[in-house]
């Protein structure tokens, strides 16, 4: 967040800068509020711009082994451009790199959800997943899922077959 500050302040003095030039230029014949003005949209235009660029580039540099299963666009009343674009500012994406198989049962596996939101630090939530049988379970407070396939201190949840979070971990997404 503060190299985001550090950097519209920059995209200001940078908008300044060209608006200055540009007067100069001509003739000194520009308004006096065309560098206010100027200076606001060029920081404004920028920090729209790095919000609605988030997405893409976190996702980018993401490894292959990490599939995005989920990413909700948002419309909020204090950024009215976002009922014309909406806007990603979170997503779920399962890790398979780090998945743990049952020996046993084929399908059968423990993959991380990780949560990544804009502003807050990454969440990983273990899970288990039932590929077979289209369910899933959250691992938390010691809930596990043995080597044989048996999950101990959560329950199974059936989901439908689209459930964003079967098809990241299921089917890659």
Do not use: K
């Not at 609605?52 to 948002?74: H, M």
């Amino acid at each position: 967040m503060l190299i985001d500050f550090i950097a519209i302040i920059a995209v200001g003095f940078a908008a300044a800068g060209l608006i200055l030039v540009a007067n100069h230029l001509a003739g000194r014949r520009l308004a006096r509020w065309v560098l206010p003005a100027g200076v606001g949209l060029a920081m404004i235009v920028f920090s729209i711009w790095r919000e609605y660029s988030w997405f893409p580039t976190v996702t980018a540099q993401l490894p292959d082994s990490i599939v995005v299963a989920s990413a909700p666009a948002d419309r909020v009343f204090w950024r009215p451009w976002t009922y014309v674009v909406p806007l990603v500012t979170r997503f779920v994406a399962i890790d398979r790199g780090a998945a743990r198989q049952s020996t046993s049962t084929p399908g059968l596996f423990v993959a991380s959800a990780v949560v990544i939101q804009r502003w807050t630090p990454t969440q990983r939530v273990p899970m288990a997943f039932d590929c077979a049988a289209q369910r899933r379970a959250d691992l938390f407070e010691g809930a596990e899922l043995g080597p044989d396939g048996t999950l101990t201190g959560a329950e199974w949840r059936e989901v439908a077959a689209d459930d964003p979070l079967i098809v990241a971990a299921c089917n890659g997404g």
